[in-house]
């Protein structure tokens, strides 16, 4: 196996992860949820489901599905720490992987914006492309 595009951990270290494969640009979702269980927008890279190694030696890896969620998509956090790590839809090929999470330069920027519809006021503006809704 070749070297990781990227690696990953959650704050505790209990759960850590590699990247293999092209890694998308990251994405800030506005949305409700992702502002109530981040606190703010989600910034996400993704990956294809192949291309994520994770190690996960205790089984700490959970997986919630979001009550409200218009896509049925599912967050996977450590359960220890309560690290926000990924996000997947059932049926994608890919995984979103919570850019926070990425360890050392990534050289990702921020390509776009999307549920830019549901913003909090006090979040800042900038020149990036918007969606109203997800992509």
């Known amino acids: 196996m070749s070297a990781p595009t990227a690696t990953g951990r959650c704050v505790c270290g209990a759960v850590s992860y590699d990247l293999q ?24 890279t993704s990956v294809t489901r192949e291309g994520l190694t994770l190690r996960d030696p ?41 850019a926070g999470t990425l360890e050392g330069p990534t050289g990702l920027r921020i390509m776009q914006h999307i549920w830019y519809s549901q913003r909090a006021d006090w979040e800042p503006e900038d020149h990036l492309p918007r969606v109203p809704r997800g992509t």
């Open 21 to 44: 494969g092209d890694l998308r640009g990251i994405l800030v979702c506005h949305c409700v949820e992702c502002r109530r269980y981040h606190g703010t927008s989600g910034a996400y």
């Open 58 to 98: 205790e089984g700490l890896l959970r997986w919630f599905p979001g009550p409200q969620s218009e896509t049925g998509g599912e967050r996977g956090f450590c359960s220890r720490c309560g690290s926000s790590l990924l996000w997947r839809e059932p049926g994608s090929a890919t995984y979103s992987v919570a």
